[in-house]
């Protein structure tokens, strides 16, 4: 099993920065794939970046290339998504996602998931 705690949301205004932190515990992520998602209110989730465990490949949804960055820690067992020049339209929960299988995340998400961290971008 794997738990993941998702922090670092908060208020910025437009064209501001964030970076979102997921702390693993529970098994090493080192062997995992990571992403986030998010779900804006009456919107479904959708994918936002993943990074491979195996090759290290990163993937964006188009409308974060760019701005958003994944990275990991993984001495620190944890996974970030630096956000720049935001947007009113991120405003959304932001989840984190992991899985053996980078497909999986990269799709529908993975086996395990965190509770979420808002952000909320004004105008």
């Known amino acids: 099993q794997v738990q993941l705690v998702e922090s670092g949301g908060g208020l910025v205004q437009a064209g501001g920065s964030l970076r979102l932190s997921c702390a693993a515990s529970?098994?090493?992520?080192?062997?995992?794939?990571v992403g986030w998602f998010r779900q804006a209110p009456g919107k479904e989730r959708e994918f936002v970046a993943a990074?491979?465990?195996?090759?290290?490949?990163?993937y964006y949804a188009d409308f974060v290339k760019g701005r958003f960055t994944i990275s990991r820690d993984n001495a620190k067992n944890t996974v970030y998504l630096q956000m720049n020049s935001l947007k009113p339209e991120d405003t959304a929960v932001y989840y984190c996602?992991?899985?053996?299988?980078?497909?999986?995340?990269?799709?529908?998400?993975?086996?395990?998931w965190g509770r979420g961290t808002q952000v909320t971008v004004s105008s």
């Open positions: 990074r491979d465990w195996m090759s290290s490949a990163t």
């Open positions: 996602n992991s899985d053996r299988s980078i497909t999986t995340v990269r799709g529908i998400g993975g086996a395990y």
């Open positions: 529970g098994r090493s992520l080192s062997t995992y794939a």
